[in-house]
T-cell receptor, first 114, second 112 residues
Framework: NAGVTQTPKFQVLKTGQSMTLQCAQDMNHEYMSWYRQDPGMGLRLIHYSVGAGITDQGEVPNGYNVSRSTTEDFPLRLLSAAPSQTSVYFC?????????????FGPGTRLTVT | KQEVTQIPAALSVPEGENLVLNCSFTDSAIYNLQWFRQDPGKGLTSLLLIQSSQREQTSGRLNASLDKSSGRSTLYIAASQPGDSATYLCAVTGGSQGNLIFGKGTKLSVKP
């Protein structure tokens, strides 16, 4: 198993540009989520999904969009990038959203918005 | 609102020493607690998962304990090695979103 994969590893955007961060898992996990990690703020939940076709907002959803058309993929879209979105983004997955299961993280995407 | 605190923020020890990392949380209504390791510029690696009904979990030189009633967990690392140098993150799961709520981590440095 490749586990949780994320692409790209690094990205530089200009303010106002849009892009999609890709996340995929091959463990047949129902639950997937996106976090951002900022110095002094720790990791914060952006969006999550409990299964294909079902998504919901986390703590910091503004400026981001998600969809989940398959069990394997959970892309995160930045609609109009802002410098405040400079961060490291992590995708995570777990077998079930009932939270009794270990969560696995991808290697992260380091995004800089200028 | 659940808050997770990790003390100390940084720790430097000589190789071979046994050490304890601390994690506390404000709401005892958690489903589980997970310890992660993060190397610089890398993702999070899961070390141990403790269910709310469990008191401890062990993996090799690592032992994590959970006292839900007092809102505390400890990660014990035996016979530390320079390769253990990393940031250790504690996270709890609770509420309706299934998400992890993280502490800010303890940065561990093990000197040869």
């Amino acid at each position: 198993n490749a586990g949780v994969t994320q692409t790209p590893k690094f990205q530089v955007l200009k303010t106002g540009q849009s892009m999609t961060l890709q996340c995929a898992q091959d463990m047949n996990h129902e639950y997937m989520s996106w976090y951002r990690q900022d110095p002094g703020m720790g990791l914060r939940l952006i969006h999550y999904s409990v299964g294909a076709g079902i998504t919901d907002q986390g703590e910091v959803p503004n400026g981001y969009n998600v969809s989940r058309s398959t069990t394997e993929d959970f892309p995160l879209r930045l609609l109009s990038a802002a410098p405040s979105q400079t961060s490291v983004y992590f995708c995570a997955s777990s077998y079930s959203w009932t939270t009794s299961y270990e969560q696995y993280f991808g290697p992260g995407t380091r995004l800089t918005v200028t | 609102k659940q808050e997770v605190t990790q003390i100390p923020a940084a720790l430097s020890v000589p190789e071979g020493e046994n050490l304890v990392l601390n994690c506390s949380f404000t709401d005892s209504a958690i489903y589980n607690l997970q310890w992660f390791r993060q190397d610089p510029g890398k993702g999070l690696t899961s070390l141990l998962l403790i269910q709310s009904s469990q008191r401890e979990q062990t993996s090799g030189r690592l032992n994590a304990s959970l006292d839900k009633s007092s809102g505390r967990s400890t990660l014990y690392i035996a016979a530390s090695q320079p390769g253990d140098s990393a940031t250790y993150l504690c996270a709890v799961t609770g509420g309706s979103q299934g998400n992890l709520i993280f502490g800010k981590g303890t940065k561990l440095s093990v000197k040869p």
